[in-house]
């Protein structure tokens, strides 16, 4: 019988983290599941050996080292099964992070695995080093401080590897721009805003010509991504929470519990609690 969870668990760091900075550097031979969960900061997972089978946000990965895993505190994940690896894995909570590199970060969220060539894990595994051995000087009066900034100098290297295996900003076109703005306001704000009008009205634009943007660069429509993100949080609190369907209604924005209830219904093929009772059995 599962226990009562009225929320998604979090993994919180422990209290000798740095103050909102966790790192470390693991090697495991066999399996120690966890249940699936969140982060209370971002989380970098650099895969040095092995191969690793992790889910996130129900979507599924097989990664190989020399990889790299980026989660937002946001998504929940757990490991599959995992075959002898050795993880460096870094979590930085807001706070902690250049206010540039935080924007950045929720910009390429969600991001896939990050399959890493020689040259760039040699970089990456010397600037590991560097934060793992100030994490450990405890006693160094600038302590904190050269940890903080070390682990930054990581998360915008890591950054950048991210977005190199996508299209630059600099090369988006107008539609683009207007989409990914489109797509930051609703990760702020899917509980909140339901009308493609409203965000429009946020981004000065007409509501006719966000859509064209949005389906001109995604292929879905504004309707369609608002549905989508509403949805994927219903799934997340579904599976990992033991709120009621009237609860997560009300959570997601909507007053209409029959309404919200037609709407998961038609995205995905089930009820909300066929949804639960079949991932769960």
């Given at each position: 019988m599962r226990k009562n969870n009225q929320h998604i668990p979090v993994n919180t760091m422990t209290e000798n983290s740095g103050?909102?900075?966790s790192i470390d550097k693991i090697s495991l031979d066999k399996p120690d599941f966890t249940h699936s969960h969140r982060d209370d900061g971002h989380t970098f997972h650099i895969i040095e050996k092995g191969v690793i089978h992790i889910e996130i946000d129900f979507q599924k990965y097989e990664i190989h080292a020399p990889s790299v895993v980026y989660m937002h505190p946001d998504q929940v994940h757990r490991i599959l099964d995992f075959e002898k690896i050795t993880v460096c894995s870094l979590s930085v909570r807001d706070e902690n992070l250049n206010p540039d590199y935080l924007e950045l970060l929720e910009g390429i969220t969600p991001a896939k695995p990050l399959q890493?060539?020689?040259?760039?894990?040699?970089?990456?595994?010397?600037?590991?080093?560097l934060c793992y051995s100030f994490s450990v000087q405890k006693n160094n009066k600038l302590h904190y401080y050269l940890l903080k900034d070390s682990c930054n100098t990581l998360v915008a290297f890591l950054i950048s590897q991210f977005l190199d295996q996508n299209k630059t900003e600099s090369n988006f076109s107008r539609f683009e721009i207007m989409a990914k703005s489109f797509?930051?306001?609703?990760?702020?704000?899917?509980?909140?805003?339901?009308s493609p009008s409203a965000y429009a009205d946020q981004l000065n634009i007409s509501t006719a010509y966000l859509n064209e943007c949005v389906?001109?660069?995604?292929?879905?429509?504004v309707s369609q991504h608002i549905q989508n993100r509403?949805?994927?949080?219903?799934?997340?609190?579904?599976?990992h929470s033991d709120k009621s369907v009237k609860q997560i209604s009300f959570e997601l924005g909507y007053d209409d519990y029959s309404y919200f209830s037609r709407l998961f219904t038609?995205?995905?093929?089930?009820?909300?609690?066929?949804?639960?009772?079949?991932?769960h059995e």
């Open positions: 103050q909102g900075i890493l060539n020689n040259e760039t894990n040699s970089t990456l595994s010397d600037i590991f080093s797509k930051q306001l609703l990760e702020k704000n899917y509980s909140t805003l339901k389906k001109n660069t995604t292929g879905s429509s509403v949805v994927l949080e219903a799934k997340r609190t579904l599976y038609k995205a995905t093929g089930m009820s909300a609690l066929a949804f639960r009772n079949k991932n």
